[in-house]
T-cell receptor
Framework: SQQGEEDPQALSIQEGENATMNCSYK?????LQWYRQNSGRGLVHLIL?????REKHSGRLRVTLDTSKKSSSLLITASRAADTASYFC??????????FGQGTELSVKP | EAGVAQSPRYKIIEKRQSVAFWCNPI?????LYWYQQILGQGPKLLIQ????????DSQLPKDRFSAERLKGVDSTLKIQPAKLEDSAVYLC?????????????FGQGTRLTVV
């Protein structure tokens, strides 16, 4: 299956702390994407990391990719209450589809 | 740049009735996706179009769901007849190139309640 599996299912932290979410997948990939979904809204693209990249940064976001372990992680530094959302990873391989797992539900308490 | 537009935002129907959702993707986006998201779950891909051709519809319940993308632009998703388990948010998304090569942009979704 191309679907990614996010871990943990739920994460609760205090504002200012860092949040780490993991994604595992089973097939070879061209790239892997992370999305965020606020309650009742559509998904928003956060970052895309290609298979030949090991790490990528975007603001307070840091994504790593280990293709040998078929895993990726998303780190949010200095979290804010506004980061409260569900986070999804979507591994992509050539000719594949954009398929999402169950996501990680992040709660950041003020 | 205008985003992905979906309508209606909310719909309540009785079981066995029909319903249709509309999606207008971002101009120039060749790929269009329809997802079903049941409360507490991740989005499930129903169908994927490349221009006006179907790339994948393996998860589309074809006995009751249908989708079309006229002239490779707007798309409609129809359910006929609806069942209680169809209650969900239906998300439309589009992307510029082939799947996964670029980011997908999502609409706000249509929340369907079947009673």
């Amino acid at each position: 299956s191309q679907q990614g599996e996010e871990d943990p299912q739920a994460l609760s932290i205090q504002e200012g702390e860092n949040a780490t979410m993991n994604c595992s997948y089973k097939t070879s990939i061209n790239n892997l994407q992370w999305y965020r979904q606020n309650s009742g809204r559509g998904l928003v693209h956060l970052i895309l990391i290609r298979s030949n990249e090991r790490e990528k940064h975007s603001g307070r976001l840091r994504v790593t990719l280990d293709t040998s372990k078929k895993s990726s992680s998303l780190l949010i530094t200095a979290s804010r209450a506004a980061d409260t959302a569900s986070y999804f990873c979507a591994p992509y391989n050539q000719g594949g589809k954009l398929i999402f797992g169950q996501g990680t539900e992040l709660s950041v308490k003020p | 740049e205008a985003g992905v537009a979906q309508s209606p935002r909310y719909k309540i129907i009785e079981k066995r009735q029909s319903v249709a959702f509309w999606c207008n993707p971002i101009s120039g986006h060749a790929t269009l996706y329809w997802y079903q998201q049941i409360l507490g779950q991740g989005p499930k891909l129903l169908i994927q179009f490349q221009n006006n051709g179907v790339v994948d519809d393996s998860q589309l319940p074809k006995d009751r769901f249908s989708a079309e993308r006229l002239k490779g632009v707007d798309s409609t998703l129809k359910i006929q007849p609806a069942k209680l388990e169809d209650s969900a948010v239906y998300l439309c998304a589009s992307s510029l190139l082939g799947t996964g090569n670029t980011e997908a942009f999502f609409g706000q979704g249509t929340r369907l309640t079947v009673v």
